[in-house]
């Protein structure tokens, strides 16, 4: 069964820092690509950041560029997400997603909560 | 950016059928896929690649695109098909999301 568990999410002042790790396991890992999305209640999913499934390919969305780091590590069948500079917009629920071929976010894990508050 | 419209909502009869649109630039161009929502759950793929269902998904969710508007439609509809619906593309680099269609099954 293909399972995605993040965890590291929590409660962090604006400026901070805080990483999210997101543990697979079900399938092989180093064969895909890896996405992070996150969702503010009530709005709609948005996505955060990519990794391929060699680790070259790596984007992010314009919001979080330059604050947020993607990485991977298979040998632990982790996936990570550093998040520094932390603002109040990023305030959301976190999913690790495994991606697919056509595009789409195959998998889902259950989210893990960041709150960025004083 | 790149933006994708959906209706905020939309209303099904308990067993009939319905449609549930997506819209964007250049959509045509573009590979749709389809994300259910529950209360309290994370996303779950419904329909990719335009109008493929992955293993599990009932052959009453199904996929369609003419032009610039994608349209997912579900097929006697259940009670349990009342969710958020959310249609995602990729747009250089950026996977990108609608605002998300709430479904009411009357």
């Known amino acids: 069964e293909v399972q995605l568990v993040e965890s590291g999410g929590g409660l962090v002042r604006p400026g901070g820092s805080l990483r999210l790790s997101c543990e697979v396991s079900?399938?092989?890992?180093?064969?895909?690509?890896f996405h992070w999305v996150r969702q503010i209640p009530g709005a709609g999913p948005e996505w955060v950041s990519i990794?391929?499934?060699?680790?070259?390919?790596?984007y992010y969305a314009d919001s979080v560029k330059g604050r947020f780091t993607i990485s991977r590590d298979d040998a632990k069948n982790s996936v990570f997400l550093q998040m520094s500079s932390l603002r109040a917009e990023d305030t959301a629920v976190y999913y690790c997603?495994?991606?697919?071929?056509?595009?789409?976010?195959?998998?889902w894990g259950q989210g893990a909560v960041v709150t960025v508050s004083s | 950016s790149y933006d994708l419209t959906q209706p905020v909502s939309a209303s099904m009869a308990l067993g009939q059928t319905g449609t549930i649109t997506c819209g964007g630039i250049n959509l045509q161009f573009k590979i749709v896929h389809w994300y259910q929502q529950k209360p309290g759950q994370a996303p779950l793929l419904i329909i990719y690649?335009?109008?493929k269902r992955p293993s599990g998904i009932p052959d009453r969710f199904s996929g369609s695109r003419s032009g610039n508007t994608a349209t997912l439609t579900i097929s006697r509809v259940q009670v349990g098909d009342e969710a958020d619906y959310f249609c995602q593309v990729w747009d250089s680099n950026v996977a990108v999301f609608g605002g998300g269609t709430k479904l009411t099954v009357l």
């Open positions: 690649w335009d109008n």
């Open positions: 997603t495994r991606g697919h071929a056509s595009g789409c976010l195959e998998h």
């Open positions: 079900g399938f092989i890992v180093d064969r895909y690509a």
């Open positions: 990794i391929s499934a060699n680790g070259d390919y790596i």
